[in-house]
């Protein structure tokens, strides 16, 4: 379908799109730019060619906006849990990253990805935090004597994980075995 569309926006509608397309998360910003250029008569292809999006996830956020108003092209969460990970990552590049130009190292993707290992021990404190809270139980265990159990055997060559893991002292690890 060509021609104009027939999507219409109040003045706080505006404003509100006006902000989002100044915001710093792209993703929001280019669907308030779109909505606002699609105002301007731009068409889905013209859009989609600027914003480098396709011409279809345009048409999306129009009838997204034309049906939901602003609530239809705001930012969703993803269902899950949050990104532990990534947070803790984005706080020591941010970090490290943020320094004058004249003190900062050459950081090389290497580079940084050890010293964000380093700095935050993710891994270890997000494993530490599920054991507390009660979601995963850690165990320390040999791989070399799994496979001399006849129970663990069987859950080892069907490919669980063994490794090294962290509890607190005194706890109990004992952990029921899968009956044959």
């Known amino acids: 379908m060509s021609g104009k569309s027939p999507l219409e926006a109040t003045a706080e509608q505006r404003e509100a799109l006006e902000f989002q397309a100044g915001v710093s998360d792209r993703e929001a910003a280019d669907r308030g730019r779109g909505i606002l250029l699609s105002l301007s008569g731009w068409t889905s292809l013209e859009i989609g060619e600027t914003l480098r999006v396709r011409e279809d996830t345009v048409r999306g956020w129009r009838s997204a906006f034309m049906r939901d108003g602003l609530s239809g092209i705001a930012r969703r969460v993803a269902p899950g849990p949050a990104p532990v990970k990534a947070d803790a990552a984005l706080v020591v590049a941010r970090e490290v990253l943020g320094l004058p ?80």
């Open 101 to 180: 130009v004249e003190n900062r190292t050459n950081w090389t993707l290497p580079r940084l990805a050890a010293e964000i290992e380093t700095r935050s021990g993710v891994r270890l404190k997000l494993l530490k935090q599920q054991a507390l809270a009660g979601d995963i139980v850690l165990l320390f265990a040999n791989e070399s004597e799994a496979l001399t159990q006849p129970y663990l055997a069987r859950a080892y060559l069907a490919r669980a994980y063994l490794a090294r893991a962290w509890a607190l002292r005194g706890a109990d690890l004992r952990v029921e075995a899968p009956r044959p």
